[in-house]
């Protein structure tokens, strides 16, 4: 089938965007790579022994990556909360808790209805109560603290009820009254309601239900107050958490060494035969090899990374966003794919068409919905697509006068869509290594340059996407740069120059920094 594209572009693009980093490479890779970047010598590019480390530490080591991640994610994700979610019913955890929380709140029920009744376990669900309420007071708020607690004095009310003279509705009441001071205007209806329940067993276990909810509230508050702190300050927030990691635990660079030594082979292994097609072709050693193209070849290799297999440790906080990048890649490829396969078979009736391109990814966007999922079956959502696309060509042809696809044609073009699935299709081929050049020369461009690359020929259906992918691509890769910098500098240093003495490395950054 032929593919009326621009198949020269493949040529020029590649070597396009590899001299554009080899370039800003020039006279930066040997300074910057033969110093010793990373803040401390624990790399696993060294020849020193494994280290043994102790439970505490690698609970230290957790518990750095917990709030690093957490913090990445508050900082970058503008729509992170917290939010309430209760066990499925159905669940054997859901009817753990339903049972447990039962047997809690009727063995409430039955000593309140006691006589005279026991208070005891009353009286500590108030003082937990107290300490809640006292939570959300802000610094300064002294009077409602004091009030707070005064009223919630477990030591009297246990004196009360020796004397059978606690009055639970009034606590429960001013409860009540002081959580609508303090919640948001999104809890005022739980508030009413709470007001509304006669039953004070039923009451406090709803009480405990809207303080779980306030609680929620209070978290997102500081969260939001809490982003562009660590927007302004998330770089070295994050590169000095991961030290600390690094310090725990010496291993934790071991999968990203991995990742950056394949992607030293996989340029070794272009330059090899480059130099094999061309006998003039100087055939070098490790040395020629940019440091920032390899850093970018392995940025583009996670786009299409085996998720089932454990992504370099730098790269975790980003794990989810690079995967669902990696989706919606590759439904834009095959869109592209089912216009390009359109265009070639029905030829010049429809590529001139204004507008049918579109129509086209509009067709195939709905029932390409969902497939990241296992129970996908792209081949028959590519048949689908097939069937849907004669009908509008036809239809399109029958408006205009012109004859429609006979069943041969719309045979074939419907075999030419469900044959994307197969491994090595030429078309896909194609579209893949287009993508590949457009976010190539995308990682290329300074991180400052806000402009788009060219987008190849093929992929104009699909530029509108691509551009937004792009950019949610870019920034990934740039922050994770300015992060994690300082320690790819120090393996790559390893790698690519490992006969460097560290005498000259010392020297290299006191140059680079001068």
């Given at each position: 089938?032929?593919?009326?594209?621009?198949?020269?572009?493949?040529?020029?693009?590649?070597r396009?965007?590899?001299?554009?980093?080899?370039?800003?490479?020039?006279?930066?890779?040997?300074?910057?790579?033969?110093?010793?970047?990373?803040?401390?010598?624990?790399?696993?590019?060294?020849?020193?022994?494994?280290?043994?480390?102790?439970?505490?530490?690698?609970?230290?080591?957790?518990?750095?990556?917990?709030?690093?991640t957490?913090?990445?994610?508050?900082a970058?994700?503008?729509?992170?909360?917290?939010?309430?979610?209760?066990?499925?019913?159905?669940?054997?955890?859901?009817?753990?808790?339903?049972?447990?929380?039962?047997?809690?709140?009727?063995?409430?029920?039955s000593?309140?209805?006691?006589?005279?009744?026991?208070?005891?376990?009353?009286?500590?669900?108030?003082?937990?109560?107290?300490?809640?309420?006292?939570?959300?007071?802000?610094?300064?708020?002294?009077?409602?603290?004091?009030?707070?607690?005064?009223?919630?004095?477990?030591?009297?009310?246990?004196?009360?009820?020796?004397?059978?003279?606690v009055?639970?509705?009034?606590?429960?009441?001013?409860?009540i009254?002081?959580?609508?001071?303090?919640?948001?205007?999104?809890?005022?209806?739980?508030?009413?309601?709470?007001?509304?329940?006669?039953?004070?067993?039923?009451?406090?276990?709803?009480?405990?239900?809207?303080?779980?909810?306030?609680?929620?509230?209070?978290?997102?508050?500081?969260?939001?107050?809490?982003?562009?702190?660590?927007?302004?300050?998330?770089?070295?927030?994050?590169?000095?958490?991961?030290?600390?990691?690094?310090?725990?635990?010496?291993?934790?660079?071991?999968?990203?060494?991995?990742?950056i030594?394949?992607?030293?082979?996989?340029?070794?292994?272009?330059?090899?035969?480059?130099?094999?097609?061309?006998?003039?072709?100087?055939?070098?050693?490790?040395?020629?090899?940019?440091?920032?193209?390899?850093?970018?070849?392995?940025?583009?290799?996670?786009?299409?990374?085996?998720?089932?297999?454990?992504?370099?440790?730098?790269?975790i906080?980003?794990?989810?966003?690079?995967?669902?990048?990696?989706?919606?890649?590759?439904?834009?490829?095959?869109?592209?794919?089912?216009c390009?396969?359109?265009?070639?078979?029905?030829?010049?009736?429809?590529?001139?068409?204004?507008?049918?391109?579109?129509?086209?990814?509009?067709?195939?966007?709905?029932?390409?919905?969902?497939?990241?999922?296992?129970?996908?079956?792209?081949?028959?959502?590519?048949?689908?697509?097939?069937?849907?696309?004669?009908?509008?060509?036809?239809?399109?042809?029958?408006?205009?006068?012109?004859?429609?696809?006979d069943?041969?044609?719309?045979?074939?073009?419907?075999?030419?869509?469900?044959?994307?699935?197969?491994?090595?299709?030429?078309?896909?081929?194609?579209?893949?290594?287009?993508?590949?050049?457009?976010?190539?020369?995308?990682?290329?461009?300074?991180?400052?340059?806000?402009?788009?690359?060219?987008?190849?020929?093929?992929?104009?259906?699909?530029?509108?996407?691509?551009?937004?992918?792009?950019?949610?691509?870019?920034?990934?890769?740039?922050?994770n740069?300015?992060?994690?910098?300082?320690?790819?500098?120090?393996?790559?240093?390893?790698?690519?120059?490992?006969?460097?003495?560290?005498?000259?490395?010392?020297?290299?950054?006191?140059?680079?920094?001068?």
């Open positions: 089938m032929p593919l009326n594209d621009e198949h020269n572009s493949d040529s020029e693009s590649s396009f965007s590899e001299s554009t980093a080899a370039s800003s490479d020039s006279e930066y890779s040997r300074q910057s790579f033969n110093s010793d970047s990373s803040s401390k010598p624990s790399s696993p590019a060294s020849a020193s022994p494994p280290k043994m480390i102790t439970f505490d530490e690698l609970m230290a080591a957790a518990r750095n990556l917990t709030n690093l957490l913090a990445h994610e508050i970058v994700n503008a729509n992170f909360c917290i939010k309430h979610e209760d066990l499925p019913q159905n669940s054997f955890a859901g009817t753990v808790k339903q049972i447990v929380h039962k047997a809690f709140w009727d063995h409430l029920e000593e309140l209805n006691e006589d005279p009744p026991e208070y005891e376990h009353a009286i500590k669900l108030f003082e937990e109560i107290k300490e809640i309420l006292l939570s959300f007071l802000t610094p300064g708020a002294n009077r409602i603290q004091n009030q707070i607690c005064e009223v919630l004095d477990t030591d009297l009310i246990r004196q009360q009820a020796e004397h059978n003279a009055d639970i509705h009034g606590l429960a009441n001013y409860i009254n002081t959580m609508g001071k303090l919640c948001a205007p999104i809890r005022d209806n739980d508030i009413k309601q709470l007001k509304a329940t006669d039953n004070i067993v039923e009451l406090l276990r709803q009480i405990f239900r809207v303080l779980d909810l306030m609680k929620m509230d209070m978290a997102n508050y500081t969260i939001q107050n809490l982003r562009p702190y660590l927007q302004r300050n998330l770089v070295d927030y994050e590169r000095t958490k991961f030290q600390e990691i690094l310090e725990e635990t010496p291993s934790a660079l071991d999968l990203t060494t991995e990742w030594k394949e992607s030293i082979e996989d340029e070794l292994s272009s330059a090899s035969d480059e130099s094999s097609s061309s006998p003039g072709a100087d055939s070098s050693s490790k040395r020629t090899i940019s440091p920032t193209l390899v850093l970018n070849n392995g940025y583009l290799k996670l786009l299409q990374w085996n998720y089932h297999k454990t992504i370099p440790e730098t790269l906080t980003d794990e989810a966003r690079l995967q669902e990048l990696r989706e919606k890649l590759k439904q834009l490829r095959i869109i592209a794919c089912v390009l396969i359109t265009n070639n078979m029905v030829g010049a009736a429809i590529v001139d068409l204004p507008g049918f391109a579109e129509q086209l990814k509009r067709i195939s966007l709905p029932l390409l919905e969902g497939m990241n999922k296992k129970t996908f079956d792209l081949k028959e959502a590519l048949n689908a697509i097939g069937v849907q696309i004669c009908s509008k060509v036809n239809r399109s042809l029958t408006e205009r006068g012109l004859p429609t696809l069943e041969e044609m719309q045979s074939n073009l419907m075999g030419q869509i469900t044959h994307i699935v197969e491994e090595n299709n030429p078309v896909c081929s194609l579209i893949d290594k287009r993508i590949q050049f457009f976010l190539r020369s995308l990682l290329a461009l300074p991180s400052f340059q806000k402009s788009m690359p060219t987008m190849p020929g093929g992929l104009s259906v699909i530029q509108t996407e691509m551009e937004l992918v792009g950019s949610q691509y870019a920034s990934i890769v740039n922050f740069k300015q992060v994690y910098g300082p320690f790819y500098a120090n393996i790559l240093r390893k790698l690519l120059f490992p006969e460097t003495p560290m005498g000259k490395a010392e020297t290299g950054t006191a140059t680079a920094t001068s």
